[in-house]
């Protein structure tokens, strides 16, 4: 059961709307089995190569063979050929999910290349190459940071300290181009504590439900899934979202939860992925059965929730979850006249700026690639552009390997170049590993759309 104890119990409800009628429909590859058997998604691919010439790490790496060879054609070679192994170019794919999203067909790329490299890190990766080390250290992340919070002070000086990051590139291949990202002095979940949790939270939405002319026992209640980088990072986002959610009558609870599990993903560490998708699937289907719905502010961590969980989980509840999640915006826009709130809103001191705004490539596979500049182009005091559709290239991880960095640099080039064409010199953008390489490519400051959301409704 989910610990929501400092609440008291929740009032009796109706049964929350699941979106706004487009229901999540996951991809259902190997109908009949546990086991991972790809064979029936491959039928569908006709060899369009879309999906090739949309593989933003195709176009910098001639030696990747693309997302048709690592998902349709690969798995036609496992049909046909009992002692087929998993080709290790697997390793190569950013799991940015482009693919995803341009295939006319609907053949399931991403979920073929997460079971592929599933397979691969399983029976073919040593476990005692520096790579898999490599990779386990960066796909646990938040262990990392975990440990970092106790003493972010020391972790901060240490993590960016020269000789440091030099032996970490020399000896593991984690690359010191990038600046390591800061720990807050407070972790989200230390402030939310402070803050009286929920049961703070429910006073303050009833205080803001009366102030707004609504019914005080409105059924208004979200489950904030802050992922690890808003939780030890970032709390600014975390705590702009439960403003913004509370200004406009939500009760906020935080449950227990462990990471999303894409950088998990995108290394293959599926047992890894599994494990934190136990905890946060049984967290969020307890609250989904009260009447909760799962919001998160990073578009990753939606997207883990929304599709990934159900395309290669089989746990109690996932499809329940997936169904009421929400990415945190485009929550307040079913819900809530968020345009008509914004179009009388206006923005002052530093956050009344130009921004350059880039759609995360996993805000595209949720089709919220539009939502911040079509929102905030009417918000009085700021401006914003949309940088256009290419890929930020860090995707998560990848971009801090170090054979893969300058890589990762070339496919961010685009972004890059537009950020710096178009007005002010501040960025926005959903996903925090995308704010680190727009940072890094430009030097500018990286907003995320609910600090500004915060700014312009938070009284
Ligand atoms: S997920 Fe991204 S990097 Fe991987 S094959 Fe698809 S488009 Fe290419
Ligand atoms: S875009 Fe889809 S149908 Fe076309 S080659 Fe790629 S997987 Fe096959």
New binding site residues.
Partial sequence: MVDVSDAESPPDFDPVEPNAGEEFDPVDVFPDSTEFDLRPGSD?????????TNCPVAEVDDDFPG??FQ??EQWRLKQNEDDYRVDDSVMDCSNCMR?DN????G?P?SQMHNTARGEYVAEEMSKTSVEYWRNRVLANYRTSAWLASKVPSVANFAMNFGPARWLMEKTMGITAEYEFPGFAAETFRDWWAREGAAAGSRERAREARERRGEDVDADKRVAYFHGCYSNYNTPEVGKAMVRVFEQFGYEVVVPEQGCSGTPMFANGMLPDARRHAEVNVSSMSDLVDQGYDAIASCTSCSMALRQEYPELFDIEGIEDVAAHTFESVEYLRIHEDLRGEIAEADVDGDLAAEFAYHAPCHARNQGLERQSVELFRDLDGVGIEDVGDSCSGISGTYGWKEEKHEKSMEIGEEMFEHMEAAEGTTGMTECPTCAMQMEHGTGYEIRHPLELLEAALVD
């Fill in positions: 569908s691919c006709y060899k369009c190569s879309t999906c090739d997302p048709k998902g349709p693919c341009a295939c006319p067909s053949v790329l």
